[in-house]
């Protein structure tokens, strides 16, 4: 997830974000994004690893409404969104990579 989110935020950054072709895609992506998340939450786990499973379910909770909004958002916004995506993905790599170093899992 690290290095997907620093793709969005390079994409973002050279500049080539532009309306979207077809909108339906991207709300089956986001809904896809939040599906997941659900399914993760719903996953039994011991209770030591249900810090990272609220984190991880949490991103991409925000990465799938982020997804969604992109359709409906101005030319402007949709870098904004897109580079905000990346960077919840960049920040849930390494908070849940701390989170398993300081555990040792």
Not at 6 to 11: E, R
């Amino acid at each position: 997830m690290l290095l997907l989110g620093a793709f969005l935020i390079v994409w973002v950054m050279s500049g080539r974000i532009g309306i979207p072709a077809s909108p339906t895609v991207l709300g089956i992506l986001g809904a896809a994004f939040i599906y997941w998340a659900l399914r993760n939450w719903m996953r039994k786990e011991p209770a030591s690893a249900r810090m990272k499973t609220h984190l991880r379910a949490g991103s991409l909770v925000i990465v799938g409404l982020l997804v969604i909004a992109i359709p409906f958002a101005r030319l402007r916004d949709t870098s904004l969104l897109v580079g905000l995506a990346g960077a919840v993905l960049v920040l849930r790599g390494l908070v849940v990579g701390a989170l398993s170093l300081r555990t040792g899992r």
